[in-house]
Nanobody, 121 residues
Framework: QVQLVESGGGLVQVGGSLRLSCVAS????????MGWYRQAPGKQRELVAT???????NYADSVKGRFTISRDNGKNTVYLQMASLKPGDTAAYYC???????????????WGQGTQVTVSS
């Protein structure tokens, strides 16, 4: 089994910064792309940023220039550094990873339980 656990969410004022972390653990053979998604109340889950196993990032237009995604393959961890936060960034943030476990020959998409980010004005 594979688990993803996020941390680092919280309450921050407009213009502030937060750093989210997500650690993958369990019977992991290999991790492909990892990413962050978010879901605000009453809205659909949306892509925030993804990063390939080689470190190439991709960002939603709404966060380009403010958020930075990175990963530490040795620690099975992905990070999201968020700066210049706006009230519109308020949402539950979810980590996702494509993982091949020791018991499978293919990659499967796993999700964390989410961490809340609230930006107050």
């Amino acid at each position: 089994q594979v688990q993803l656990v996020e941390s680092g969410g919280g309450l921050v004022q407009v213009g502030g910064s937060l750093r989210l972390s997500c650690v993958a653990s369990g019977s992991i053979f290999s991790i492909g792309a990892m990413g962050w998604y978010r879901q605000a109340p009453g809205k659909q889950r949306e892509l925030v940023a993804t990063i390939t196993s080689g470190g190439s990032p991709n960002y939603a237009d709404s966060v380009k220039g403010r958020f930075t995604i990175s990963r530490d393959n040795g620690k099975n961890t992905v990070y999201l550094q968020m700066a210049s936060l706006k009230p519109g960034d308020t949402a539950a943030y979810y980590c996702s990873a494509d993982v091949m476990s020791h018991y499978s020959s293919s990659f499967k998409d796993y999700w964390g339980q989410g961490t809340q980010v609230t930006v107050s004005s």
